[in-house]
């Protein structure tokens, strides 16, 4: 049992899909892994395929609206009394698992097989499955028909669990690569390509890696991009971030890889596609005076790709954060990179309290790069308060606020603190970015 409360291995899966009839073996899927951008990938994927008419299962983890958005057909979150109907099913052949003396399968297992089933039943033509832990020992690396396996960027994370060396991680990501499958790369590391390359080639594989060097920019700021990339002109993302054009353009090598194979994908199924696509949590803009921006940046590699956006859309502004990480990331790397940017820094208890690092031992940590950290309902005397405007939060007592949750607490207090012209940044886990939103919609309404 790992520390993130998986199991890495295919053994209980294995035993729980064919106590299931297999439902993955008549399934054709998309893998993708990587540490960032996974998400991305498949929502720019699953949205082009889509718009080009074919009927497509996505399966997502983490997820930030709802448990049910794991699962979708075509962006439709799958309903709950089908995702009920399918989990009886589950219950059931892991009860004659469990007669039997099998091992019980993992609860990331379980959805893994109930997503299985849903897109069997729906006759997907293609599932667009993001890889949850690594890549080789991952639950749904059990699949064996995999038309391409999609590799976002590839950086340090869950280090001593996949390895303690980026190569190391690589190889584990890696290991969804499956034989004649196609391979697709974001840009990476030098190490990190060789990798793949490697085993892409002693697979029998062929290899693409996009080339982010073809991107040309026509606009772009905090509400989205336009840009063209090769033989694709005139595109348009409404997902804003400085990661985004690397996404874009491995999705956009993809999209030539399915064509060569057979796949019929217009090119104004791809232009919509891309415009249609919107995913939570990444460099998300809520609001505006101030602007309310949300963003997922969890690891070190993350956390300079966010910096880096900040820094291009909003120079000379002022930022105001809050911050939430799980105590198994490398929080003083993300601290480190951020924040030195904010005039302000509020710090959150996650909701998974097991996980999440303290709010006052990430204050702590802050206090070296930012002068003023908080920690939300334990405000001091003679806290500086923003005036008060139209869509800011009525005054609330310290009592009061300090009974609510600690993510309801800090955006109180972001807006508070916030002039017209600021920008407040919400970042450091997926976590709790929906409480964050919710927070801010009852604060502003």
Same mark, same amino acid.
């Given at each position: 049992?790992?520390?993130?409360?998986?199991?890495?291995? /295919?053994?209980?899966?294995?035993?729980?899909?064919?106590?299931?009839?297999?439902?993955?073996?008549?399934? +054709?899927?998309?893998?993708?892994?990587?540490?960032?951008?996974?998400?991305?990938?498949?929502?720019?994927?699953?949205?082009?395929?889509?718009?080009?008419? #074919?009927?497509?299962?996505?399966?997502?983890?983490?997820? $930030?609206?709802?448990?049910?958005?794991?699962? &979708?057909?075509?962006?439709?979150?799958?309903?709950?009394?089908?995702?009920?109907?399918?989990?009886?099913?589950?219950?059931?052949?892991?009860?004659?698992?469990?007669?039997?003396?099998?091992?019980? *399968?993992? @609860?990331?297992?379980?959805?893994?097989?109930?997503?299985?089933?849903?897109?069997?039943?729906?006759?997907?033509?293609?599932?667009?499955?993001?890889?949850?832990?690594?890549?080789?020992?991952?639950?749904?690396?059990?699949?064996?028909?995999?038309?391409?396996?999609?590799?976002?960027?590839?950086?340090?994370?869950?280090?001593?669990?996949?390895?303690?060396?980026?190569?190391?991680?690589?190889?584990?990501?890696?290991?969804?690569? +499956?034989?004649?499958?196609?391979?697709?790369?974001?840009?990476?590391?030098?190490?990190?390509?060789?990798?793949?390359?490697?085993?892409?080639?002693?697979?029998?594989?062929?290899?693409? &890696?996009?080339? *982010?060097?073809?991107?040309?920019?026509?606009? !772009?700021?905090?509400?989205?991009?336009?840009?063209?990339?090769?033989?694709?002109?005139?595109?348009?993302?409404?997902?804003?971030?400085?990661?985004?054009?690397?996404?874009?353009?491995?999705?956009?090598?993809?999209?030539?890889?399915?064509?060569?194979?057979?796949?019929?994908?217009?090119?104004?199924?791809?232009?919509?596609?891309?415009?249609?696509?919107? =995913?939570?949590?990444?460099?998300?803009?809520?609001?505006? !005076? *101030? @602007?309310?921006?949300?963003?997922?940046?969890?690891?070190?590699?993350?956390?300079?790709? %966010?910096?880096?956006?900040?820094?291009?859309?909003?120079?000379?502004?002022?930022?105001?954060?809050?911050?939430?990480?799980? +105590?198994? +990331?490398?929080?003083?790397?993300?601290?480190?990179?951020?924040?030195?940017?904010?005039?302000?820094?509020?710090?959150?208890?996650? *909701?998974?309290?097991?996980?999440? %690092?303290?709010?006052?031992?990430?204050?702590?940590?802050?206090?070296?790069?930012?002068?003023? $950290?908080?920690?939300?309902?334990?405000?001091?005397?003679?806290?500086?308060?923003?005036?008060?405007?139209?869509?800011?939060?009525?005054?609330?007592?310290?009592?009061?606020?300090?009974?609510?949750?600690?993510?309801?607490?800090? @955006?109180?207090?972001? %807006? /508070?603190?916030?002039?017209?012209?600021?920008?407040?940044?919400?970042?450091?886990?997926?976590?709790?970015?929906? &409480?964050?939103?919710?927070? #801010?919609?009852?604060?502003? =309404?």
């Amino acid at each position: 049992m790992s520390k993130y409360g998986s199991v890495l291995g /295919l053994d209980t899966i294995r035993g729980l899909l064919r106590e299931l009839g297999d439902p993955q073996d008549d399934l +054709k899927f998309i893998h993708i892994a990587g540490t960032n951008g996974k998400g991305s990938v498949l929502a720019y994927t699953s949205m082009i395929l889509s718009e080009a008419g #074919y009927r497509i299962g996505r399966y997502v983890s983490p997820t $930030v609206v709802s448990y049910l958005e794991r699962i &979708q057909i075509d962006t439709e979150w799958i309903s709950e009394d089908k995702f009920a109907e399918l989990t009886m099913r589950v219950r059931d052949a892991i009860a004659r698992l469990e007669a039997a003396g099998k091992e019980i *399968p993992t @609860v990331f297992e379980i959805e893994t097989a109930i997503a299985f089933l849903y897109f069997k039943e729906m006759k997907c033509d293609l599932v667009v499955l993001e890889a949850g832990l690594g890549g080789e020992l991952d639950a749904t690396n059990i699949i064996k028909n995999t038309v391409c396996a999609v590799f976002a960027s590839i950086s340090r994370d869950h280090l001593g669990v996949l390895g303690n060396t980026i190569t190391e991680i690589a190889e584990n990501k890696a290991g969804i690569i +499956k034989p004649g499958c196609a391979v697709v790369s974001a840009c990476q590391t030098d190490c990190v390509a060789e990798v793949i390359r490697s085993r892409a080639q002693r697979y029998g594989c062929t290899y693409v &890696q996009a080339e *982010p060097e073809c991107v040309k920019i026509g606009q !772009e700021d905090y509400h989205g991009i336009y840009f063209s990339y090769k033989e694709f002109t005139e595109m348009h993302t409404v997902m804003a971030g400085k990661n985004q054009i690397g996404n874009a353009a491995a999705v956009l090598e993809l999209i030539c890889v399915l064509r060569r194979m057979g796949y019929h994908i217009a090119d104004d199924a791809v232009r919509r596609g891309m415009e249609r696509t919107k =995913w939570p949590g990444r460099f998300s803009c809520i609001g505006e !005076e *101030p @602007v309310f921006i949300l963003d997922g940046a969890h690891n070190e590699d993350a956390a300079r790709k %966010l910096r880096e956006s900040v820094e291009a859309y909003f120079p000379g502004r002022r930022l105001i954060c809050i911050m939430g990480v799980f +105590k198994d +990331k490398e929080y003083d790397r993300i601290a480190r990179i951020m924040g030195s940017l904010a005039s302000v820094i509020y710090t959150v208890d996650l *909701p998974d309290r097991k996980r999440g %690092l303290p709010a006052e031992d990430l204050a702590e940590i802050l206090k070296e790069y930012c002068p003023c $950290v908080k920690c939300p309902g334990r405000y001091g005397p003679g806290e500086k308060r923003g005036p008060q405007k139209q869509s800011a939060p009525r005054q609330e007592s310290r009592d009061s606020m300090s009974q609510q949750s600690s993510v309801d607490c800090a @955006v109180q207090a972001a %807006l /508070l603190e916030a002039e017209r012209n600021d920008v407040i940044l919400a970042f450091g886990s997926l976590s709790y970015l929906h &409480q964050v939103k919710e927070a #801010y919609d009852r604060a502003v =309404w």
